[in-house]
């Protein structure tokens, strides 16, 4: 065998070892009812006709590859943001188990958050048994100050009710009856990660403001709410502060999980760390306003802001981009009356002068590119603000206003003639749309990479390079610090594309003798 201890291999190179590839040989000749090679390469071509593009779009009953998570995994996320708070999901552990690997792999962190284990028994009767137990042991093992509580599917087609299921956990004195336990109903047959997260923060306000509006005034404390919204770039969350001290804006982060998600190697194991503060959420009713920065997945927050706090939650876009980040910039500075100093404009200044060095490069290369709603509308804007072209624009989980409101920002600029907007559509739609109108790069997350291998599968010529921006990145490390947001995240975006157009530029241009004219040093 060609694995030796002195020399252990992994996967590979190791299968591709003529040994390892006997025993595949014979394992296709003796144990499968394989077809022949030419039909999997003719049933591959024609996956790629547009033909098979017309098939693919009628399906109806089928996602293959969503480009979206389920409900609670956003609802976990969300309680990561709070203070000393324990993630809690009301049904299987299986569904627990794939949120915390899900977001161990992309934060490479772990991920504190447990389940209540329903198994057959509570799909039968009910899982209250299970609550009692589970918040009474999370408690007691844990030691939260705040257990925020989502469900899984299992317990919503059973109908478990949370708020009985609590409020008697508390009566039989499972859990003490002060002790914070927010909830959100997450059903994953419906919305997405974003939904999730949007239901567990409304859960969240509502748990600690609804019956204390007494005493509370808009514009009180003098502060801005900001809301992140499902936020997986740490740095995102620490560009919007840093915008905001250097405008000298007193604000409430409402959700932080950039602690968490980033504890440092030194010995101690943080459970918890950082966070919004319970006294914030309290005192949040009194902001002079609350800026939802993704403000499309934010529904449920924007209705609950709006009509029980009274707060007037000005309408902006997600903060990515030149404009989009002037707009946010000029508002609160409206909003709180502090000028935009002099380090932001120059900062603005600096991404402008790399908006021009890099546009020769950019300009009227073709995107294609998935993600959530305010992601995908902010990238979308910042292409065009560089002269690129969005093609193939999708969002899993988006409905027809936003659609509209995309192919709105594509109107408005001469490079969006060729944007399509697709909703409620899948990674396998967007396989078809890459093979019969080939962009240049792909944008999206790792699991992009088998587009690209497919693509690459037809023919050199063919493939189309993903660039990994959104959530979840797997296949990569550490890109989860960076940020998107704010000029500073405009730099990062720009960076990223234009060396990915320079290095594909080299590889296409590094064959010696021919191709190597233009294998330049200077681009
Ligand atoms: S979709 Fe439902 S069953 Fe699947 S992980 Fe999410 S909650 Fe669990």
Redo the contacts with the bound molecule.
Sequence with gaps: MSQQVENIKPGYPLFRDADYQKSLDNKHSQFEERHSEEQLQATFAWTTTEEYQALNFKREALTINPAKA?Q?LGAVLCALGFAKTLPYVH??QG?VA?FRTYFNRHFKEPIACVSDSMTEDAAVFGGQKNMFDGLANAKALYKPEMIAVST??MAEVIGDDLNAFIGNAKKEGHIEQEFPVPFAHTP?FVGSHTTGWDNMFEGILRSFTLNRMDDKQVGKNGTLNIVPGFETYLGNYRVIRRMLEQMDVSYSLLCDPSEVLDTPADGEYRMYAGGTTQEEIKDAPNAIDTLLLQPWQLVKTKKFVESIWHHPATRLNIPMGLEWTDDFLMKVAELTGKPIPNVLAKERGRLVDMMTDSHAWLHGKRFALWGDADFVLGLVKFLLELGAEPTHILCHHANKRWKKAVEGVLAASPFGKSGRVYTGADLWHMRSLVFTDQPDFMIGNSYGKFIQRDTLHKGKAFEVPLIRIGFPIFDRHHLHRDTTLGYEGAMYLLKTLVNAVLERLDEETRQMGVTDYNHDLIR
């Design positions: 389920c609670p049904g299987s569904c794939y899984t599917c994953s």
